[in-house]
């Protein structure tokens, strides 16, 4: 049977804002005593030197991501460049499942997508702001990937279809040439 | 100050010590400027002139974060000139009431930290919400 294909677009303003926001809120609740730079920094915003790593973050987790789905993906081309991904352009992946693909997992692949895309861009901020949160993030993200996986692979159970037996055709009726064959074969 | 009689002439600062007072405020800026040198564009020039000059005053202007909240800078302005004053106070009484310097000190290191938090304060994000 065809195999299907099911579109995934993961925005790229959720993407960052997740990204912005956990920070944020990380940040947040870090704050002690006099440790407003630390707590700054920890938090990523819009900034351009902020900005440019949370996208070289994103486009690192999407390629990553991309070779652990590539059974899954149907690209061409025979060129690729290590330019930062765009800001505003949202990330669309397109996998082509087998034709007994449960789509009711759906959902939960692109929740997983994102969150995987999420906690690795994380925890690679983190890792220059954070150091002991990073590892948290990047453990996250191994899970993330791992209920990709389960997802992906699940499968709808196959419908049996019964079949309708042909209706009996009537015997035909004798004609008289019939019989007499049949007469002499019996008494040769 | 109770019962000593020669406070009031030690400590009030007069005309004569015009250029003591000087050589504390450019120490002022000169610490505000290293405090805050991570953000400076432009800063005004505080060098130690020969004359007491009253006009030249301390202009420093910050490249702050996009998330920095512009609804602190009155208050910014506020800390600042609180810890110019604590601090030229507190090289004041280092000669003229030693007593309290430790108050001031800690009043312009107080000051200082307090700009230092609305500096570095992020607004929240926003959240945009994307049309499919």
Redesign the interface.
């Known amino acids: 049977m065809a195999r299907q294909t099911i579109t995934i677009?993961l925005?790229k303003?959720?993407l960052v804002?997740d990204v912005?926001?956990k920070t944020?809120l990380t940040?947040r609740s870090r704050q002690k005593d006099?440790n407003?730079?630390d707590?700054?920094n920890m938090?990523a915003?819009?900034?351009e030197e902020n900005a440019n790593q949370i996208l070289r973050s994103l486009g690192n987790a999407f390629a990553t991501l991309k070779t652990k789905l590539s059974e899954y993906l149907e690209e061409d081309g025979t060129s690729a460049n290590d330019i930062q991904m765009d800001g505003t352009e949202?990330i669309v992946i397109a996998l082509k499942v087998p034709s007994n693909f449960n789509p009711a997992t759906n959902d939960t692949i692109s929740a997983a997508l994102h969150q995987y895309i999420v906690n690795t861009a994380i925890g690679d901020w983190f890792t220059i702001t954070n150091k002991p949160d990073a590892a948290d993030y990047i453990k996250q993200a191994v899970i993330n990937l791992e209920q990709i996986r389960e997802a992906v692979n699940k499968r709808v159970r196959p419908q049996r279809t019964t079949p309708t037996p042909p209706e009996p055709t009537p015997d035909p009726e004798p004609t008289p040439e019939s019989t007499e064959e049949a007469e002499t074969t019996e008494n040769p | 100050m109770q019962g000593d009689d020669s406070a009031y002439d030690r400590i009030f600062t007069t005309d004569s010590d015009r250029s003591m007072l000087e050589r504390f405020w450019t120490e002022a800026c000169n610490a505000a400027t290293e405090q805050l040198k991570k953000f400076i564009v432009e800063v005004s020039d505080n060098s130690e002139g020969n004359t007491i000059d009253l006009s030249r005053d301390y202009v420093v202007k910050l490249e702050l974060s996009s998330s920095y909240d512009n609804n602190l800078t009155e208050s910014v302005q506020a800390s600042l000139f609180s810890f110019f004053v604590s601090v030229i106070v507190a090289k004041w009484y280092k000669f003229t009431n030693k007593e309290e310097i430790e108050s001031y000190g800690a009043d312009a290191l107080g000051m200082m930290n307090d700009v230092m938090g609305k500096i570095f304060y992020r607004k929240k994000p926003t959240r945009v919400v994307p049309t499919p």
Do not use: M
Request: aromatic fraction near 16%; hydrophobic fraction near 10%.
């Open positions: 677009t925005y303003s959720e804002y912005q926001n944020y940040g006099n407003h730079e707590v700054a938090q915003n819009d900034d949202n």
